[in-house]
């Protein structure tokens, strides 16, 4: 099976720009789950999806959304950015969730400038 | 916010010693998950093991789950030079609805 693919790889955007971030995860994973890792705060949990409903959400502002498709595809959106923002964000999918364990994609590394 | 926290941050070992990694949790779980991640790249999966669970082996990985003290250790036998990565612990936490919390992990470096 083909592993989880994010979408871009890298991407560099200016303060208050929006920008979109794609992820496949493997065929029948129905969960997908996202984190924003930075040397100062780690891993944080970002919000999870399991079958087109967003299931758990972390401690992010409205800025942060995201979404999942009927195919299970997820897309990751930040409006406004700020340099704050600049990170690896990470797209992980599972069959279940937290019980389960998560594949990781290799992330998309946004500076935002 | 961090449910687990590694200890010690850094770990600096020739190969062939073994590694140990701690981890230290606040609220009872489900589950506690390691994961190990090289530079700049996505999280790799290395074992899971249950609340009702204390030890549990994989090749050359031993982990082991004390929930009285709410803690977990992963040991790395006969270290290579390609163990050299960041190793985190997950935990999926009673009141966390099913999400995994990560902690700050433990950068490894193992030197040949």
């Known amino acids: 099976k083909a592993g989880v693919t994010q979408t871009p790889r890298y991407l560099i955007k200016t303060r208050g720009q929006q920008v979109t971030l794609s992820c496949s995860p493997i065929?029948?994973?129905?969960?997908v789950s996202w984190y924003q890792q930075t040397p100062g705060q780690g891993l944080q949990f970002l919000f999870e999806y399991f079958s087109e409903t967003q299931r758990n959400k972390g401690n992010f502002p409205g800025r942060f959304s995201g979404r999942q498709f009927s195919n299970s595809r997820s897309e990751m959106n930040v409006s406004t950015l700020e340099l704050g923002d600049s990170a690896l964000y990470l797209c992980a999918s599972s069959l279940q969730g937290g019980n389960s364990p998560l594949h990781f994609g290799n992330g998309t590394r946004l500076t935002v400038t | 916010s961090q449910q687990g926290e590694e200890d010690p941050q850094a770990l600096s070992i020739q190969e062939g010693e073994n590694a140990t990694m701690n981890c230290s949790y606040k609220t009872s779980i489900n589950n506690l998950q390691w994961y190990r991640q090289n530079s700049g790249r996505g999280l790799v999966h290395l074992i899971l093991i249950r609340s009702n669970e204390r030890e549990k082996h994989s090749g050359r990985l031993r982990v082991t789950l004390d929930t009285s003290k709410k803690s977990s250790s992963l040991l790395i036998t006969a270290s290579r030079a390609a163990d050299t990565a960041s190793y985190f612990c997950a935990t999926d936490g009673y009141n966390q609805g099913g999400k995994l919390i990560f902690g700050q992990g433990t950068e490894l470096s193992v030197k040949p």
């Open positions: 065929s029948g994973h129905r969960s």
